[in-house]
């Protein structure tokens, strides 16, 4: 039987990815929409999912020096606070950190299939910008592990009723 808890810590995750880069980055993601989407709303929804892998963690370690600060990227912190809330509903550290990797995971195809509706180049995302797309990838599943984890530890063990 499938936990309940750890279902729905994966669908406020999802749930919240849809929000948490806009939050964390006003500014940004209001730019690129205006410019990219303008009142498309299938190509919004994209840019918003799209938005929570913008952070290169490949070109961030082989790039000059990297810094504490620097790696506390917009996008790292949503994916942090996305892993935290699923992972401390879910309850537990294995399943925290099963929440985070499900969502990014999740996150990742919906973004894709967005994209795909929306009309994006994906040729592009994962071709031309390769190491771009999987340092973004990369980095959304190693902030969703530890906030997944850091949750997990804080909510206690699970308990099966």
Do not use: C, H
Request: net charge negative; charged share 10%.
């Amino acid at each position: 039987m499938a936990s309940y808890r750890l279902i729905f810590g994966i669908i406020v995750g999802i749930t919240l990815s849809f929000f948490t880069a806009f939050f964390f980055n006003i500014m940004s993601i209001i730019d690129n929409i205006v410019a990219y989407a303008g009142n498309d709303l299938r190509r919004i929804i994209a840019l918003l999912f799209g938005a929570n892998f913008n952070f290169d963690m490949i070109s961030y370690i082989t790039g000059g020096s990297p810094s504490i600060i620097g790696f506390f990227a917009p996008e790292i912190l949503a994916w942090i606070f996305i892993g935290y809330v699923s992972g401390t509903i879910a309850k537990g550290l294995k399943r925290g950190i099963i929440t985070g990797i499900v969502v990014v995971v999740l996150v990742l195809l919906i973004w894709i299939v967005a994209s795909i509706f929306s009309g994006v180049d994906l040729m592009s995302l994962f071709i031309d910008q390769l190491t771009e797309t999987l340092g973004g990838i990369i980095s959304g599943l190693i902030g969703a592990s530890l906030g997944g984890l850091i949750g997990g530890v804080i909510s206690g063990p699970y308990e099966e009723f």
